[in-house]
């Protein structure tokens, strides 16, 4: 929605910019960060799917 950050699958690197969007499955490795001085504000949408369970585990869980 503002600023722009880089986003890892696996070894691929995505530039996401205000307008962008990006799909996978996040069981799949996967990172982002703010690589500028200006702040980035996403917006991120988690889907539930059969392995829901897995990415539920590695975002949310994580701090338990």
Request: cysteine-free; proline content about 5%; hydrophobic content about 40%.
């Amino acid at each position: 929605l503002e600023g722009e950050i880089e986003y890892f699958v696996e070894d691929q690197m995505y530039l996401l910019t205000p307008g962008d969007s990006l799909l996978l499955e996040a069981t799949r490795p996967h990172s982002w960060q703010n690589n500028t001085l200006q702040p980035a504000i996403v917006l991120l949408v988690f889907q539930a799917t059969s392995e829901s369970h897995l990415a539920r585990q590695r975002h949310l869980e994580m701090g338990n």
